[in-house]
């Protein structure tokens, strides 16, 4: 925050304002200290908005609204870890599927329990529910 205030820059100023404002607001309302894997979650949280916004401002057309969530989806990302590649993603999905023997729809839930901590920040979670539902219906 410091060297964004040094370099002048407003927009990630204000971003990292945003971050640790939902950061506190977490630590408040539940009255814990965020850890590193809860901070994931937020981050994971705040660009999810980010990319919905993104696409809602699109769809009425103002280019100049989506623009400005995008540069702040830009520096969230930079705070969360590299994004999994799709074979990597696969990967864990088939050993998560073999760890827990998944066979049907109904183990959806076992799967997921299992790949959202490897996954959190990392991947888009709606993708990787997806991908689970289209394995496991085949």
Same mark, same amino acid.
């Given at each position: 925050?410091?060297?964004?205030?040094?370099?002048?820059?407003?927009?990630?100023?204000?971003?990292?304002?945003?971050?640790?404002?939902?950061?506190?607001?977490?630590?408040?309302?539940?009255?814990?200290?965020?850890?590193?894997?809860?901070?994931?979650?937020?981050?994971?949280?705040? =660009?999810?908005?980010?990319? #919905?916004?993104?696409?809602?401002? %699109? /769809? !009425?057309?103002?280019?100049?609204? &989506? *623009? +400005?969530?995008?540069?702040?989806?830009?520096?969230?990302?930079?705070?969360?870890?590299? =994004?999994?590649?799709?074979? #990597?993603?696969?990967?864990?999905? %088939? /050993? !998560?599927?073999?760890?827990?023997? &998944? *066979? +049907?729809?109904?183990?959806?839930?076992?799967?997921?329990?299992?790949?959202?901590?490897?996954?959190?920040?990392?991947?888009?979670?709606?993708?990787?529910?997806?991908?689970?539902?289209?394995?496991?219906?085949?």
């Amino acid at each position: 925050m410091k060297s964004a205030m040094k370099s002048k820059a407003q927009l990630r100023l204000t971003t990292i304002r945003l971050i640790l404002a939902a950061v506190k607001q977490v630590e408040v309302d539940e009255r814990i200290e965020v850890d590193d894997d809860r901070m994931l979650v937020i981050l994971d949280k705040m =660009a999810k908005q980010r990319r #919905e916004s993104i696409s809602q401002y %699109e /769809q !009425a057309g103002r280019e100049d609204l &989506a *623009a +400005s969530e995008r540069q702040e989806l830009e520096i969230i990302s930079e705070y969360l870890p590299a =994004a999994l590649s799709a074979e #990597e993603i696969n990967r864990l999905l %088939e /050993q !998560a599927i073999e760890q827990t023997s &998944a *066979a +049907s729809m109904k183990d959806m839930g076992k799967v997921m329990a299992i790949l959202k901590p490897q996954l959190q920040g990392r991947a888009d979670m709606s993708q990787v529910s997806q991908l689970i539902k289209s394995k496991l219906s085949s």
